[in-house]
């Protein structure tokens, strides 16, 4: 099981774009497939985007649509999250896990819970 990391957030204005980075600080993320979530302060973390192990097949929550890209590169052990046209609804701090699932079965649908080796979460504050 992969430690993650998460990096790359900051401030940016509504309709800008911001790149995160997961990286493995102990273990490897190979084998598994990696989601990033994000969480208000009070709030659930909620479900952004998720990646298959192999990166053929990837969901995305409904209110990120096609402005998120989410990829990986497991020679650099490390998952992006392209963020684009953001909007003030998308502040958060947002995290990754990883977790495994047999042939991807239930990917789709897997809540936080499901996945582990959380890092400490990247601030991602969009003005308006």
């Known amino acids: 099981q992969p430690q993650l990391a998460e990096s790359g957030g900051g401030l940016a204005q509504a309709g800008g774009s911001l790149t995160l980075s997961c990286a493995a600080s102990e273990g490897s993320i190979i084998g598994y497939a990696v989601a990033w979530f994000r969480q208000v302060s009070g709030k659930e973390r909620d479900f952004v985007a998720t990646t298959s192990f192999n990166g053929a097949v990837s969901f995305y929550a409904d209110s990120v649509g096609e402005r998120f890209k989410i990829s990986r590169d497991d020679a650099q052990n490390t998952v992006y999250l392209q963020m684009s046209d953001l909007r003030p609804e998308d502040t958060a701090v947002y995290y990754c896990?990883?977790?495994?699932?047999?042939?991807?079965?239930?990917?789709?649908?897997?809540?936080?819970?499901?996945?582990?080796?959380w890092g400490q979460g990247t601030q991602v504050t969009v003005s308006s």
């Open positions: 896990g990883a977790a495994t699932f047999f042939r991807n079965f239930g990917l789709k649908s897997a809540g936080a819970s499901r996945y582990s080796g």
